[in-house]
């Protein structure tokens, strides 16, 4: 396949169809061969075989995989006001911003769609007022009146989760300590049990779910106690087998920032664990941190598929960071190249399930159905 025709996504007009047919397509879940993708407006029209879409809508032929376009669940673009447009040319189209200024859902329509979490919960003086100042990316809950009160401000904001901080600082190797000189040292303030359990209660009357940033032992023991949904690293520190187990009867999700964390003395074996127990990472970077590429990180992908041991495969591991991250939203089938899903999709020439790397430029980007990155012909 050679006749590839940018020109037909450069000016294709808005609510028009279009067929996209490609050597494979990855529709978050498995591998479809020699299948093409119909395209109505701002939505996916259909997934079938090429020929059965022929005629359907103007046909481009695109000589590699086309993927949904790919969802990072830990980043901190508006604190570091890292740019939008450059992270949506590199694969990501949704990306989930879990601290920092609090806005409203937005994008998802040629702009790179962004869900909040507003600042981190944390008690007065808690991370990470110590590393990164309070303004806009904290909020300081002393009690639970206080804590209740900020979650429904949060809410009433557009946050889309509520992050809690769980930080008593540290942690060797931690990015969020390593280049950052804290104005104050460790042991930092933690909230009480009683104020996180006010959030979670509160959050979870709001239909939110609560995420923390934690580091180690004390943390996921406090988020295990507190009955928040997920843990927003895998833990820095070691953790101990047992506190593994009872995450995993709890169902908690766990977010996977193993590149931004590979200096952690824990971070490797806790990924073992947490998914030798049955739990599935989802994809996140900490994006904005240092060493996180603006964009999809293949060396998240990889470090997520060493750190299985032979447990999950590559095709898994790509399903964490499109379909399954997708339903984690609460946004299925965002993430997902099925009837019905946002038309948000990426190609990459050859095939990414062999070499992930390909995915970090991608020469296709489709956000709700409208172009960002043309394939050039080659
Ligand atoms: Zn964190
Ligand atoms: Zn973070």
Redesign the pocket.
């Known amino acids: 396949m050679n006749n590839t025709l940018p020109a037909s996504f450069t000016h294709g007009s808005a609510n028009e169809r279009y067929v996209v047919a490609a050597e494979r397509v990855f529709d978050g879940t498995r591998v479809l061969e020699q299948h093409a993708v119909a395209v109505s407006g701002d939505r996916i029209a259909a997934v079938a075989p090429v020929d059965r879409l022929r005629g359907t809508g103007r046909l481009i032929r695109f000589a590699g995989t086309l993927l949904p376009g790919f969802i990072d669940l830990?980043a901190h673009l508006l604190f570091d006001q890292t740019p939008q447009e450059t992270i949506l040319r590199h694969g990501l189209t949704t990306v989930r911003d879990?601290?920092g200024p609090l806005v409203p859902p937005s994008g998802g329509d040629g702009r790179l769609r962004v869900l909040g979490a507003g600042p981190i919960l944390t008690a007065p003086g808690g991370y990470p007022i110590p590393v990164f100042g309070g303004h806009d990316i904290a909020c300081e809950v002393p009690d639970v009146q206080t804590a209740r009160a900020a979650v429904g401000q949060h809410v009433a904001g557009g946050a889309v989760l509520i992050k809690v901080?769980l930080?008593p600082g540290g942690s060797p190797g931690a990015p969020?300590t390593g280049g950052h000189q804290p104005t104050y040292p460790p042991p930092w303030p933690i909230p009480s049990l009683e104020v996180l359990r006010a959030i979670v209660d509160e959050a979870h009357t709001n239909g939110l779910i609560v995420s923390c940033?934690?580091?180690g032992p004390e943390g996921a023991t406090l988020a295990l106690e507190a009955g928040i949904d997920e843990w927003?690293?895998v833990p820095c520190d070691p953790i101990p087998h047992d506190l593994v187990a009872r995450a995993a009867a709890a169902g908690v999700r766990v977010v996977s920032?193993l590149d931004t964390q590979s200096h952690c003395t824990g971070v490797a074996n806790n990924a073992r664990q947490l998914v030798e127990a049955g739990i599935l990472l989802l994809y996140g970077t900490?994006l904005a941190h240092t060493d996180v590429p603006w964009g999809i990180d293949a060396q998240e992908l990889l470090l997520m598929l060493h750190a299985a041991h032979g447990a999950l495969t590559p095709l898994d591991v790509l399903s964490a960071a499109t379909a399954r991250a997708g339903e984690h939203l609460g946004l299925a089938p965002l993430g997902q190249l099925v009837e019905g899903a946002p038309a948000d999709f990426i190609g990459v020439r050859g095939n990414p399930l062999e070499r992930f790397k390909l995915l970090e430029y991608p020469d296709l980007v489709v956000s709700g159905g409208v172009t960002i990155v043309a394939p050039v012909e080659h």
Do not use: I, M, N
């Open positions: 830990h879990t601290g901080a930080e969020w940033h934690l580091s927003a690293h920032t900490d």
